[in-house]
């Protein structure tokens, strides 16, 4: 099956800093990549889509300029969190859409859990 | 997007059969029903979808009712590495292909 990984599966960073965020379609082109935020005990929220060469659509309420996401190629999208703050501090999760596999089945990496002090 | 109602939480014993309910009252002509879980600290994975007839995979059965108002996610036989929170989600046949999580149910199972 499409194996979808992120990187670095783990961050701490100061607050302030910023942060980049991976996602890899390993073994197929993904035009469409989805990013969600967890928050412990919550269910998974969308925060964006993120199309290949285009700019990415985010949900009503969050804030483009902190997460800013680029799509350059058809297997890697990037989420980087600008200026991090506690309140920031989550389990971050991307997922792509193969193709080639038909639109029903979304395939999601193993998240990113980012601590901000 | 339509919404979709799920116990918070289900328990079952090992080898036994799970069903998980989902009530999609709202449920439009053009929507699937989508079940995806999540295993603790991991993204989720994909489990099944169906439109209108029942499914049925390695993984589960889907079992969707006549009028689509509800449907059940069948585990025909739960194991430990089953425990997991179980989301149901209508995703449009055309259109966006975004999922939207709801609360879902966390499934224990016993040894």
């Known amino acids: 099956g499409a194996v979808v990984s992120q990187h670095p599966s783990w961050v701490i960073c100061k607050s302030g800093t910023s942060v980049k965020i991976e996602c890899r379609s390993l073994d197929f082109q993904a035009t469409t990549m989805f990013w969600y935020r967890q928050f412990p005990k919550q269910s998974l929220m969308l925060m964006a889509t993120s199309n290949e060469g285009s700019k990415a659509t985010y949900e009503q309420g969050v804030e483009k300029d902190k997460f800013l996401i680029n799509h350059a190629s058809l297997t890697l999208s990037t989420l980087t969190v600008t200026s991090a703050h506690p309140e920031d501090s989550s389990f971050y999760i991307c997922?792509?859409?193969?193709?080639?596999?038909?639109?029903?089945?979304?395939?999601f990496g193993p998240g990113t859990r980012l601590t901000v002090l | 997007d339509a919404k979709t109602t799920q116990p918070n939480s289900m328990e079952s014993n090992e080898e036994e059969p799970v069903h998980l309910p989902c009530n999609h009252s709202t449920i439009s002509g053009t929507d699937y029903i989508h079940w995806y879980r999540q295993l603790p600290s991991q993204g989720p994975e994909y489990v099944i979808h169906g439109l209108t007839s029942n499914v049925n995979n390695r993984m589960a059965s889907l079992a969707i009712a006549e009028d689509r108002k509800s449907s059940t996610l069948i585990l025909h036989r739960a194991t430990l590495r089953d425990a997991a929170v179980y989301y149901c989600?209508?995703?449009?046949?055309?259109?966006?292909?975004?999922?939207?999580f709801g609360q879902g149910t966390r499934l224990t199972i016993n040894p």
């Open positions: 997922s792509a859409r193969d193709p080639l596999a038909g639109v029903n089945e979304q395939f």
């Open positions: 989600i209508l995703r449009l046949i055309q259109g966006a292909q975004k999922l939207v």
